[in-house]
Each structure stands twice: as structure tokens, then as C-alpha cells.
């Protein structure tokens, strides 16, 4: 059960659920839900001074830390995001350019799908819930946790596969035998450590070990491992957003479609069939803005530079097992689009996903991903047909 640092704390738990008038099967549930109590200025409740939070989003917004008292009796402003039905990209654009939206352009970014997806907990939280369901805008890798959310508390959490073997083929791309480079310089120079890798005379220990050192040593905090990851087909724990309305608007309007071998394509949603969702979001905590967030290079695997990210105009906020569903707490707004929703210039699947000429990572993932079988982690490289 989450919030828990000892038994000590679970009996306080439940002593100041008693005192509100909270029998231990209630109690069961709510902490099977994700919920937990503490105090106003400690971790640790007490009778007086007790608040409930929500690790579905985080214990610091309106929406997650409630006085245990109001929480019990329904005293909770709902501020679900209000949602504006669209019909059109020049609508998208119309709301956009709108006196509101355009002061803060800025800080505005966007995610697209082709429908939305919900959860109904045994107690939905009041502030978020809509006919006793919430909204779901969660990073990949928490959805396999769908039928237990609880589960995601024994989860390790997100594990590169560039900081161990499994990615040292797309790490060392183009470094003939760069497996039996140790022996090979065993041979030249003697003994030695990686470290020595850099002062060698030949351009290929040198080349080993400027990607060792920005991939597993300086790269191993960056970011840019779980960006490149995502947008090739990995589960991490980032959100993609893009700061491109009209990149959101492909994936709102477009469904992907799996294909044998792992291949995938994008096709158009018919119209009349439209189901899908824009979302606008506003993020206050921390902040997300376009002119500092938005990925516009990629400095690790410049030997075969990922261009997919920079196409998408993107950023990869991240949300962890105790505020996975933060997200819709910074929600402006949901543009809900019309099922008979008009798109003024469809947008290419090649333009969203550069081929393999156009991006030397993907042409390189690809490469790799055909010598192994489906239990390697490059399987999960996706192939889009883009014709």
C-alpha cells in the first residue's frame, strides 16, 4: 500500500481513519486505490491534521491534496477541463489565435489521439471525475498496469537499454568489431582501462570511446536516451507532447494500424468516424515552454542522428509511479473534434516519421533489429509503411 514507512505509520493510518469516521474496509480501499494521508507540513497525518492525497496525480495540485474532512463529504470542487467541441483545422486555428490562448502560446503544448481512454476506480477522485470516471494521458509504460494500477509500486521503473549491452549495436554503429576492440588494443598497447581508450593514437579507439563516455557515463542522466526511445518504440516514463497543433491534429486524426512483422502504418480516419481528442495543456509545475522545451537537437548518436523527434516538435515531460497521471491536471482545455470533423490539409505519414533515408537512427535501428530474434529489445523497433 502506498504512503507507508513502517508498520508505526500503518497504525497511525488507520487510528486517524477511525477518528473521521472511516471503518479499516474503507480505509482498505482507499489505499488499494493510490491514496494516502498525510499532514499540512509533514508526511506523517495526525488526528488534527490530516489531508488525503492521490498518487494517481502527484500530492501538490488542487486535484490531489484534500482536507481529510471535505474528502469524506464530498466538499470538492470538481475542476475537470472544460471541453470545446471543433470541426474543423480552421477552427483549431481560429481557437488558437484567440486573444486567451494567444498570451500564452508559449507555454502551450499538445497531445493527439484518435479517442480517449478512462478508468473507473472504486473511489474516483472528486475533483477529476466525470460520471465517476478519469481521464487517462499516462506514459507508455504505465498502461500495462491497467488492470491493477497498484501494481506500478513494484515496478523498478524505466531502464535504457542504451546503459547496458542490449543497445551497445546502435551505440558503437559503424565501428567495425567494435566488440573485439579490447583485444585488439590488448595487442597494440597493453594493458589498460577505458579511460585510455581517449589517448590512444588510432581514430577508432578514440571514436569507442567519446560514445562510451556521452552514452554510458554522461548520457546515463540525459534525457535524451528516454526522447530517442520513445519516439522509436519504447515504453519509458515520458509523455509525448508537441508544440505543433497540427502535428497533434494528424494524431487525432489518423489510427494506427499494426501490421505483421512489427511493421505499423498510419491511415486517415474516415469522416464521420472521428472520435478523437486534441489535448491543450498548460503546464504551470514545472513549467513547459516551447521556447525552452521543445527538442531541437539531439547531441547523443550524432554518428547516426535521430531525426524523428526534431520532425515532431516535441518534448517528453516525465510522471512516475507516484504522479503517473499528473498530466491531467494541467489540461486548458480538450478540443473534442465533430465525428464529421474537416482536416484542410492532410498531413503525410512521411512527414510525421522520416524515412530511413531521411533519419540515419531509424535506418540504423532497423539495420540492427533484422539480425536478432523477437525476444531482443530492438523487436520493438517499429517499421512504418509510409506509402
Known amino acids: 500500500m502506498f504512503g507507508f514507512f513502517g508498520d508505526d505509520d500503518r497504525e ?14 474503507k480505509a482498505d480501499m482507499l489505499l488499494a486505490e493510490g491514496y494516502y494521508l498525510r499532514g499540512s507540513s509533514s508526511l506523517l497525518p495526525s488526528v488534527e491534521d490530516s489531508f488525503i492525497c492521490d498518487s494517481f496525480y502527484g500530492s501538490g495540485l488542487m486535484a490531489a491534496l484534500h482536507p481529510l474532512d471535505d474528502f469524506l463529504a464530498g466538499n470538492i470542487r470538481n475542476i475537470a477541463a472544460r471541453e470545446i ?4 483545422t480552421e477552427e483549431l486555428i481560429e481557437f488558437l489565435n484567440a486573444p486567451q490562448q494567444a498570451r500564452m502560446r508559449d507555454q502551450l503544448c499538445f497531445r493527439g489521439q484518435g479517442h480517449e481512454h478512462v478508468t473507473q476506480r472504486g473511489y474516483p477522485n472528486p475533483a477529476l471525475a466525470v460520471d465517476d470516471k478519469e481521464r487517462l494521458i ?22 535504457s537499454i542504451f546503459s547496458n549491452l542490449s543497445g551497445d549495436d546502435l551505440v558503437y554503429y559503424g565501428i567495425d568489431d567494435y566488440r573485439s576492440l579490447g583485444e585488439r588494443n590488448a595487442e597494440r598497447y597493453g594493458q589498460h582501462t577505458m579511460s585510455d581508450l581517449e589517448d590512444f593514437p588510432d581514430a577508432e579507439s578514440q571514436e569507442y570511446y567519446r560514445r562510451w563516455y556521452d552514452t554510458k557515463i554522461v548520457g546515463h542522466w540525459s534525457p535524451e536516451l528516454a526522447v530517442i526511445e520513445q519516439h522509436y518504440g519504447m515504453d519509458t516514463e515520458g509523455l509525448d507532447v508537441t508544440f505543433d497543433p497540427l502535428m497533434a491534429e494528424f494524431f487525432a486524426t489518423n489510427r494506427y494500424v499494426p501490421q505483421p512483422g512489427n511493421h505499423a502504418r498510419y491511415d486517415p480516419i474516415r469522416r464521420g468516424e472521428h472520435e478523437g481528442v486534441i489535448y491543450c495543456m498548460k503546464f504551470s509545475w514545472p513549467t513547459l515552454k516551447r521556447s525552452n522545451d521543445m527538442i531541437k537537437g539531439i547531441s547523443l548518436f550524432d554518428h547516426i542522428p535521430p531525426t524523428r523527434p526534431l520532425r515532431q516538435s516535441c518534448a517528453l515531460p516525465f510522471f512516475h509511479s507516484h504522479d503517473f497521471n499528473n498530466a491531467v491536471c494541467h489540461l486548458h ?31 540504423a535501428a532497423l539495420d540492427v533489429k533484422g539480425r536478432y530474434g523477437s525476444s531482443h529489445p530492438f523487436a520493438k523497433f517499429v517499421e512504418y509503411d509510409l506509402d
Not at 497511525?12 to 474496509?25: I, K, P, S
Open 12 to 25: 497511525l493510518t488507520y487510528r486517524v481513519f477511525e477518528h473521521h469516521g472511516v471503518d479499516q474496509a
Open 85 to 88: 467541441r471543433i470541426s474543423s
Open 138 to 159: 499516462i506514459p507508455s509504460i504505465w498502461r500495462q498496469f491497467r488492470d491493477d494500477w497498484s501494481a506500478r509500486f513494484r515496478f523498478r521503473g524505466f531502464q
Open 333 to 363: 482545455c480538450v478540443l473534442r473534434l465533430d465525428d464529421d470533423y474537416r482536416v484542410k490539409e492532410p498531413m503525410a505519414p512521411s512527414a510525421v516519421f522520416p524515412s530511413v533515408d531521411e533519419d540515419p537512427f531509424y535506418n
